[in-house]
């Protein structure tokens, strides 16, 4: 037969298992808000010149040539106040190809652009959905929110699906 344990031993084992439980979910919380909050500050870079389009110059380019990171071609304009320049910049990835012509937002005080349009709305939030995935680990495995887990982890992996078909 196993002792009694005193009443202020178990109140005081209670109370350090109380302690760690929320020291594990404020350290776990924190991580995954930390998370979510890179994935949206890495979004919103791209993201803000794409959705935010009212007194930027839009238009489309001409993508002529391409370097290892980006590529470049004519500007053409479509708003009103826009310029037509002999190059604008493209960042090169897998939805930019040499010989296509793309609708643009140009970024302000230089010749960047970003692409336009819903293919553009999304591609600029792939970061997000990049966070959303790793969020829904720590989620799930610090914080033991199974069902909040999925759907951070099934949000993540529409908008990276509805990305790549979109772009």
């Known amino acids: 037969m196993i002792p009694a344990m005193p009443a202020t031993a178990a109140s005081s084992s209670q109370a350090s298992t109380a302690v760690l439980r929320f020291g594990r979910f404020a ?17 919103w870079g791209t993201a803000q ?4 389009t009212k007194g930027r110059e839009q238009g489309t380019v001409d993508v002529t040539r391409c370097g290892p990171e980006v590529c ?23 939805a930019v190809e040499r010989g296509r ?34 969020a829904s680990v720590v989620v799930a495995g610090g914080l033991l929110r199974t069902r909040l887990a999925w759907v951070m982890g099934l949000s993540g992996v529409a908008l990276l699906t509805v990305a790549f078909v979109a772009v």
Not at 27 to 43: D, E, K, N, Y
Not at 49 to 52: K, Q, T
């Open 49 to 52: 010149h794409v959705m935010l």
């Open 27 to 43: 350290a776990m919380g924190s991580v995954a808000v930390l998370i979510l909050i890179a994935g949206v500050w890495a979004s």
């Open 101 to 134: 012509t793309y609708t643009v937002v140009v970024k302000p005080g230089g010749g960047d652009a970003v692409r336009s349009g819903p293919a553009g709305v999304l591609y600029a939030w792939v970061p997000l959905a990049g966070a959303l995935l790793l």
């Open 72 to 94: 470049w071609g004519r500007y053409t304009p479509l708003s009103a106040g826009s310029q037509p320049r002999a190059r604008v910049v493209l960042e090169k990835s897998v």
